[in-house]
C-alpha cells in the first residue's frame, strides 16, 4: 500500500489550500482515509476522516468548518480542503487509511501512513 499526499505549500493566513492523497494497493472504496497533522514539538492529531461511500464524516475539534474532506473513488484520491488558514494550522499533514470501522479518530485505528505533506502559514 502506498499513500502519496501532495498539495503542501507556504501561503498567509487567510488562504485556501488543497491536499491531495493518492492512494495504491488496496481496495479504495472499501478504506475509510483520514488526515491527521503533527505541528513542530507537537503530537501528531487528528484533522479529519471520511468513510468509503463519504455517508460518515469526522472532523476534529479545532477545525470549526474551516477544513473540508471529500474523496474521489474513481481517481482512488482524498482532498481535504484547508480554508482561511491561520498560523496554528502551520503542521505536516499526514493522510492515512484504515479497513477498520472504530476509533477513527485516533492514530492507532490506521494501519497505513502516508510520508506527509508541509503546510506553513505565516505573514
Known amino acids: 500500500v502506498q499513500l502519496q499526499a501532495s498539495g503542501g505549500g507556504a501561503v498567509q493566513p487567510g488562504a485556501f489550500l488543497r491536499l491531495s492523497c493518492k492512494a495504491s494497493?488496496?481496495?479504495?472504496?472499501?478504506?475509510?482515509m483520514g488526515w491527521f497533522r503533527q505541528a513542530p514539538g507537537k503530537e501528531r492529531e487528528f484533522v479529519a476522516a471520511l468513510n468509503g461511500n463519504s455517508r460518515l464524516t469526522y472532523y476534529g475539534d479545532f477545525v470549526k468548518g474551516r477544513f473540508v474532506i471529500s474523496r474521489y473513488n474513481a481517481r482512488s484520491t482524498v482532498y481535504l480542503q484547508l480554508n482561511s488558514l491561520k498560523p496554528e494550522d502551520t503542521a505536516v499533514y499526514y493522510c492515512?487509511?484504515?479497513?477498520?470501522?472504530?476509533?477513527?479518530?485516533?492514530?492507532?485505528?490506521?494501519?497505513?501512513w502516508g510520508q506527509g505533506t508541509e503546510v506553513t502559514v505565516s505573514s
Open positions: 492515512a487509511a484504515t479497513s477498520q470501522r472504530s476509533e477513527l479518530t485516533t492514530r492507532r485505528a490506521y494501519e497505513y
Open positions: 494497493g488496496l481496495t479504495f472504496s472499501d478504506t475509510v
